[in-house]
């Protein structure tokens, strides 16, 4: 049997240059005869890298947590000799994050950050640009949440300055100096940024050294901004409603001093209104140990409240106890009739209680228990004293009860509280407003 072996030529295939370990641009910077962990210079003089900041927008600012949230592109600058590369034109290449993980860059990270990342879509926002002379410009598009120390005590009539710090984690000043490339230039910011509860004053950038005792000194970079708080919402929502319920209680010092039913509610409904108002405004803020300027407003309005509670009080007391001595006295001295002449009476301090008396009027008011109303908007009111009448015939005084008319103003603390309470509360606003403004 004849076998015949028939030789077919295989085809190679050839290579994918997309997926081959170096590519040409790789080739071109010589990535693999180079150590790239080290810094550029290693053992000579610190390698300058200098920042600027684009701030894109300023997210959110929150009292509770006491943080902010920023977004904003972050660029560094410096020189690797060992990146330089022959061009013809001097014209740079730019590359994506696949060969920033292959170079040495800048190890920076944020102090006080709490959550930070760098965006990724569609891919990772993060650009490399080489210069044939070695000059180096690697950006990121960054999202970090900061811690921000603010000082509460004029909330919410306060100014904030917070800040974003940015140092090198590895590299002290004796190998790395960061520095703001343009100075206070370097930070540039979207004129479109604005936030619902601040107005921004200001932005500007400063530079300090931070040591660690382990670690030493390094250098670190700042960005400060100004924050100035829309007061607005506060006036529409706290302080108003709280003047309204101060300005309301004041409504029960108009009201007769027997309508209880009248009196009593106004003053619970306001009390309790201001309650609410002060638990609302306390759940939206942090539980700090100091007072701030809206507790101090919203504490005084309620502490007026609920001294026209207590002046009802007071009043209807003193009005309870006038009621049991002229009870008293009736019960004691019958009803006596055929009083002679009433200027010769006056009222026995021992017995009723009162000082003497004009008794002028004496039985012109009907039975006793009757009201009038005098010109001057007095309460007078028909009370029973035992009375000295003087007979000048007679060697002595002949003592005789009877009924007399007595003028008492009944409203004497209504009136008084009707221009003390709105003239401290004014005076009140008028301090608050002049300190905190």
């Not at 509460?152 to 000043?173: G, H, V």
């Not at 007679?394 to 009944?410: A, H, S």
Request: glycine letters at 4%; hydrophobic letters at 40%; one cysteine or more.
């Amino acid at each position: 049997r004849l076998s015949f072996c028939i030789f077919l030529p295989i085809l190679k295939r050839s290579s994918d240059m997309t997926k081959s370990p170096m590519t040409k641009s790789e080739q071109l910077l010589r990535i693999d005869d180079h150590d790239f962990t080290m810094r550029p210079a290693f053992g000579g003089p610190p390698i300058p890298v200098g920042v600027d900041v684009q701030v894109e927008s300023l997210d959110t600012i929150s009292e509770v947590d006491m943080d902010f949230t920023m977004t904003l592109y972050l660029r560094h600058y410096w020189k690797d000799e060992r990146l330089s590369f022959p061009s013809t034109n001097n014209q740079s290449m730019t590359f994506d994050s696949r060969l920033a993980k292959k170079i040495w860059v800048p190890d920076m990270f944020f102090v006080h950050s709490k959550r930070s990342f760098i965006h990724d879509t569609t891919t990772d926002n993060v650009m490399l640009r080489v210069h044939p002379d070695g000059n180096v410009l690697y950006s990121l598009r960054i999202t970090v949440t900061a811690m921000c120390n603010m000082d509460l005590s004029r909330f919410p009539l306060d100014t904030q300055t917070c800040s974003l710090e940015i140092e090198s984690y590895a590299y002290t000043d004796d190998d790395l100096m960061l520095y703001w490339k343009k100075g206070n230039e370097s930070l540039n910011t979207d004129e479109r940024i604005s936030l619902s509860q601040f107005l921004i004053q200001k932005f500007h950038t400063t530079t300090k050294l931070a040591f660690y005792s382990s670690t030493g000194w390094y250098n670190r970079l700042y960005i400060h901004f100004t924050l100035r708080r829309h007061v607005f919402f506060f006036l529409l929502q706290t302080y108003f409603p709280a003047t309204l319920m101060v300005m309301l209680s004041w409504v029960s010092f108009w009201i007769d001093r027997r309508a209880v039913p009248a009196r009593v509610p106004l003053g619970i409904t306001t009390v309790l209104t201001m309650s609410t108002i002060i638990t609302g405004v306390n759940a939206s803020m942090p539980r700090v140990s100091y007072i701030k300027a809206v507790d101090i407003y919203l504490w005084v309005s309620f502490v007026f409240v609920f001294l026209s509670v207590i002046e009802y009080a007071a009043v209807n007391y003193l009005s309870t106890v006038q009621e049991r001595k002229e009870r008293k006295l009736r019960e004691r001295l019958p009803c006596t009739c055929g009083i002679g002449n009433p200027d010769d009476m006056t009222c026995d301090p021992q017995i009723s209680g009162y000082t003497t008396m004009d008794v002028n009027r004496t039985a012109n008011y009907g039975t006793a228990g009757n009201y009038g109303m005098p010109e001057n908007g007095g309460r007078q009111e028909r009370m029973l004293a035992q009375v000295v009448l003087g007979d000048p015939q007679l060697t002595g005084q002949v003592k005789r009860p009877g009924y007399v008319n007595i003028w008492i103003d009944t409203h004497a603390i209504d009136k008084y509280s009707r221009v003390l309470f709105p003239g401290s509360y004014a005076l009140f606003n008028i301090i608050y407003w002049s300190i905190y403004s």
